[in-house]
C-alpha cells in the first residue's frame, strides 16, 4: 500500500475537516505508529485482494474464485481468509460495473492503486486511492474506498475521498471552467459494516461544488504544520496514535467523567435529556481512545525492556480453529464415533445477490428483521441533502 505521507488523504477527516485537529500531523510525527494492527494488517490483506481481482477484469469479465487466495499469504504476512476474500469480491465486482458501463479499463483515466499528489491542498499531501475511473465522454468521475473494517464511514462529505478527487482531478488536468462539466461518484464499500444505507453508499457532487473543500483542506494543510496549529479533541481521537500524551484529549477524558459523576436532576427538559445522552456518549468514547492509546504505549515499553508496575504483556488467543481440511476432521469424527459435520449451509442473500440473482427473487426468500428502533446522531447531512445545500 505505500508509505504514509506527512499530510496524508487517510487522515483528511483529522487535520483537513472544519473544527478538526491541525495539531494532528506534528503530534502523529512525534508519537509514530510502533506497528500495525492486527485489524489494519487484514485489511492490508483484502486490498491486495481487491486489487488483483479489479486488474483481472481489465481483460475480461472473469473473477478468480476463493481457493485461489484463501489459506494463502498476503506480501504482509498475513493468511488470507474466505471473509477477505468475499468482502473484496464485492469491491471488485462493483468497479468492474462501472468499468464495463465506460468502457474505462485502463489508461489515464483508470487508476488502481495509483499514488497520487495533491499540490493544490500542500506539497507534502500524497496518497493512495483505491480505484479512480472517469468517464471523459459523459463528464463522471468515480474515485472508491474499500473499508474491510466494521466501523462504520459516512461517504457524505467524506474528507479523504475529498481529498482523493481533488488529486484525481489535478492529474486529469482538470481547470475551473471543466470542472462544473464533471460529476464525481464518491463510492465507499464496506462489506462487513451493517450500515442503513448499505454496503456500497456513493455521494454524488459537481467538481466545481467541491472548491470549498478544497480550499478548507488547504487552509488547514498549512496551519497544521505553523505555529498556529492546534490539538482539537473530538472523535477522531479514538484511533490517534499521540492520544496517550494529548493534554486535550487526557483534559476532555477525565473532564467529562468528573462531569458525569455530579447528581443529575431527576426532572430534565427534552434539551437537557438530549445534552446529557451526548455527554455520555462523547464521554465513552473519549476513554475508550485513551484507554486504548495507553494500552499501546504501555505494550511497546513492556516489549522493549521497560518495567510497567502492574501491568504485564500477554499472549492473546483467538477462537479455535481446525488446521486440518473439513473431509479429514470429518473422518476423524468418524473413527471416534461421532459426527462432526454441520448441517447445510447456503450463502447468504447479500452473497447470492452478488451471484446475479435477481432481487425480487431473493427478497422471496429472505426477510431482514428490524433489529427495533435506535436513536442516531444528527449531523445535518440530511437537512443539508434535503434542502439542496451540496448537489446529490
Known amino acids: 500500500m505505500g508509505s504514509h505521507s506527512i499530510i496524508p488523504p487517510s487522515s483528511a477527516h483529522i487535520w483537513g475537516a472544519p473544527n478538526g485537529c491541525t495539531g494532528w500531523v506534528l503530534m502523529s510525527q512525534q508519537f509514530p505508529e510502533q506497528e500495525e494492527t492486527p485489524e489494519a494488517a487484514e485489511g492490508t490483506a ?19 474464485k476463493s481457493d485461489h487466495y484463501v489459506d494463502k499469504t498476503a506480501s504482509n504476512g498475513v493468511v488470507y481468509t474466505e471473509e477477505m476474500f468475499e468482502a473484496a469480491e464485492i469491491y471488485a465486482k462493483d468497479v468492474g460495473e462501472v468499468m464495463r458501463s465506460t468502457a474505462v479499463f485502463g489508461g489515464p483515466n483508470f487508476g488502481n492503486e495509483q499514488k497520487i499528489k495533491m499540490p493544490k491542498i500542500h506539497e ?13 465522454k459523459t463528464g463522471n468521475l468515480y474515485v472508491w474506498d474499500y473499508k474491510f473494517g466494521f466501523e462504520i464511514v459516512e461517504v457524505f462529505e467524506n474528507w479523504q475521498l475529498i481529498d482523493y ?28 459494516a451493517h450500515h442503513r444505507d448499505g454496503i456500497i453508499r456513493e455521494w454524488v457532487v459537481k467538481a466545481s461544488d467541491l472548491r470549498a473543500h478544497f480550499n478548507t483542506l488547504h487552509m488547514n494543510a498549512a ?7 492546534i490539538c482539537n479533541t473530538g472523535p477522531h481521537c479514538k484511533h490517534c496514535v499521540a492520544r496517550h500524551a494529548c493534554g486535550p484529549a487526557i483534559q476532555a477524558g477525565t473532564g467529562m467523567y468528573e462531569v458525569l459523576g455530579k447528581p443529575v436532576p431527576l426532572i430534565m427538559s427534552p434539551a437537557a435529556k438530549g445534552a446529557q445522552l451526548t455527554l455520555i456518549k462523547k464521554a465513552r468514547k473519549y476513554l475508550e481512545s ?8 504501555i505494550k511497546h515499553e513492556i516489549r522493549t525492556g521497560t518495567d510497567i ?29 461421532f459426527d462432526v459435520r454441520k448441517p447445510l449451509a447456503v450463502k447468504t442473500p447479500t452473497q447470492v445477490r452478488q451471484l446475479g440473482i435477481d432481487d425480487s427473487v431473493i427478497k422471496e426468500y429472505s ?16 437537512a443539508k441533502l434535503l434542502f439542496g445545500e451540496i448537489a446529490s
Open 367 to 382: 426477510i431482514k428483521p428490524n433489529t427495533g428502533l435506535k436513536i442516531v446522531p444528527d449531523n445535518g447531512s440530511k
Open 309 to 337: 508496575p502492574g501491568w504485564l504483556v500477554a499472549m492473546g488467543q483467538g477462537h479455535e480453529k481446525w488446521i486440518k481440511p473439513a473431509e479429514e476432521v470429518a473422518t476423524m469424527g468418524d473413527l471416534m464415533g
Open 223 to 229: 496551519i497544521s504544520l505553523g505555529n498556529d496549529a
Open 290 to 297: 485513551l484507554e486504548s492509546g495507553f494500552e499501546e504505549e
Open 46 to 64: 483484502s486490498h491486495e485482494i481487491g486489487s488483483e481481482l479489479i486488474m483481472c477484469q481489465t481483460t475480461g469479465p472473469t473473477i478468480p
Open 124 to 136: 507534502l499531501n500524497e496518497g493512495t486511492p483505491d480505484q479512480f475511473i472517469f468517464d471523459g
Open 165 to 192: 478527487t481533488e488529486g484525481v482531478l489535478e492529474l486529469l488536468e482538470v481547470n475551473g471552467i471543466t470542472d462544473q462539466h464533471i460529476t464525481v461518484h464518491m463510492r465507499v464499500v464496506q462489506p462487513r
